[in-house]
């Protein structure tokens, strides 16, 4: 299936996270009891704030849907400062029951068992209905690294050094951080619906290849071209160098 991609340019970072919880929210209102999969960056922060603020006006109940964690670093649990479930429950999930959360355990003992869990989950709920994911310098969603391979369900992947090298802004500190746990690119590909932030000069280039050059395993957010129905939403530093 073609994709058709939409694309919305926003004049800041406030009118982006508010534009994509409106989406968000619209999905969510329109599909209850459907699964959705948040990612856990820097730039869906202001998403989260906008949904809260919009369930607490009346506007939005996000205890209708449920939720499932996009990645997790390998070695990290919710008390570990920038992880994902940390940044998550601390953003978002807090103000949702529990019951209707399942992140990844980065501290698992059994780090298959808990990749089969977590897709178990996902089958559970009859797939994944919208994804919102942001784009890692490196071209990364989740930790779908250049040059990881299409997988169907979860995996653990060897980090790219560029996922390592920017890990220390999420942490404070340095941490030997050097495998991530995620869901595979099959699976998101089978979303209903996903939307793609990005924020930021900094984010321009890979924005650019992402959405206007090849699809390759070698950008993974380029990999996103195949889906059916994308959104892009992004501020004008990140859409700063696309020829549309």
């Known amino acids: 299936m073609a994709c058709v991609m939409k694309i919305e340019i926003t004049d800041s970072y406030e009118a982006l996270s508010k534009a994509a919880a409106k989406k968000a929210a619209n999905y969510i209102n329109n599909n ?20 809260l603020l919009m369930q607490k006006e009346g506007n939005v109940d996000l205890s209708t849907v449920w939720y499932v964690g996009l990645d997790e670093w390998v070695g990290l649990g919710i008390d570990d400062k920038g992880s994902c479930i940390k940044v998550m429950h601390d953003s978002l999930y807090n103000y949702i029951p529990k019951e209707r959360v399942r992140m990844f355990n980065g501290l698992a003992d059994d780090i298959q ?10 089958i559970k709920h009859g797939g994944i209905g919208l994804s919102l994911l942001g784009i890692g310098r490196n071209g990364h969603i989740g930790f779908n ?8 369900g979860c ?28 869901i595979g690119w ?18 321009a280039q890979i924005v650019k290849k992402a959405i206007e050059e090849d699809c390759t395993p070698d950008v993974p957010a380029s990999m996103l071209q195949k ?18």
Do not use: M
């Not at 068992?113 to 996902?122: M, N, R």
């Not at 690294?145 to 169907?152: A, I, L, R």
């Not at 699976?187 to 924020?199: H, M, P, Y």
């Open 145 to 152: 690294e250049p040059g990881t391979p299409d997988v169907e």
């Open 186 to 203: 099959r699976t998101l590909l089978d979303s209903q619906e996903v939307i793609l932030l990005a924020c930021g000069i900094n984010k």
């Open 32 to 51: 209850p009891g459907t699964l959705v999969c948040f990612a856990a960056g820097d730039t869906p922060l202001g998403t989260f704030k906008e949904l």
């Open 113 to 122: 068992k808990e990749c089969s869990e977590i897709y178990e989950w996902i």
């Open 227 to 244: 889906h059916s129905t994308l959104t892009v939403i992004l501020d004008k530093g990140a859409a700063s160098l696309l020829d549309q």
């Open 155 to 182: 995996f653990t992947v060897e980090l790219d050094e560029v996922t390592k090298s920017v890990s220390k802004k999420y942490f404070g500190k340095e941490r030997a951080v050097t495998t991530g746990i995620t």
